[in-house]
T-cell receptor, first 117, second 114 residues
């Protein structure tokens, strides 16, 4: 299979704190991982593309200093929401591609529901 | 702006019927197309992917692709209440800065009633 683990599943934090979300590919190496955000009743919006050993590529309108992405190994990417505010409350989902040459199949983690008070 | 359009529904079908979900896309160069199922509060789960024109069948699911019309669909035969979910159409970017990235449609809510 292609299992992607995401942790934590739910976070409740106070405004101004930073939150780190981990995304791990458990049974394959993922040179490319993606981070999405989903607001209620909306579709997934790509935030950034994370490549192992290089800087993440952010989509237009996503603040790279607020959403820090680190892809330090072939099985782990982290997203840190810095100085979180209530408007950052959302469902954050990571995905991973098994093979950069593959037919673009992305496998998704279970998601992290962030609530900022 | 690469776009993927779906009818948001909700689509309601009786148990045992065929559910038909449709999707159109704007990037004519796109080569890879995916259908994901998302239950409320959960992350998307891959159901089908298709790359070639025509039909692709997997159990109760059939994906259909028509690149000339820039149209992809998903048929669910013998629909079950457990199929009730939001179905997301996703299209992989063909080149440039969108290469390898998925653009999702807004999703179609399917309800299968007993």
């Amino acid at each position: 299979g292609a299992v992607v683990s995401q942790h934590p599943s739910r976070v409740i934090c106070k405004s101004g704190t930073s939150v780190k979300i981990e995304c791990r590919s458990l049974d394959f190496q993922a040179t490319t991982m993606f981070w999405y955000r989903q607001f209620p009743k909306q579709s997934l919006m790509l935030m950034a593309t994370s490549n192992e050993g290089s800087k993440a590529t952010y989509e237009q309108g996503v603040e790279k200093d607020k959403f820090l992405i680190n892809h330090a190994s072939l099985t782990l990417s982290t997203l840190t929401v810095t100085s979180a505010h209530p408007e950052d409350s959302s469902f954050y989902i990571c995905s991973a591609k098994r093979d950069p040459r593959s037919l673009d199949i992305q496998y998704f983690g279970a998601g992290t529901r962030l609530s900022v008070l | 702006q690469k776009e993927v359009e779906q009818n948001s529904g909700p689509l309601s079908v009786p148990e045992g019927a065929i559910a038909s979900l449709n999707c159109t896309y704007s990037d004519r160069g796109s080569q890879s197309f995916f259908w994901y199922r998302q239950y409320s509060g959960k992350s998307p789960e891959l159901i089908m992917f298709i790359y070639s024109n025509g039909d692709k069948e997997d159990g109760r699911f059939t994906a259909q692709l028509n690149k000339a019309s820039q149209y992809v669909s998903l048929l669910i035969r013998d629909s079950q209440p457990s199929d009730s979910a939001t179905y997301l159409c996703a299209v992989a970017g063909a080149g440039g800065t969108s290469y390898g990235k998925l653009t999702f449609g807004q999703g179609t809510i399917l309800t299968v009633h007993p």
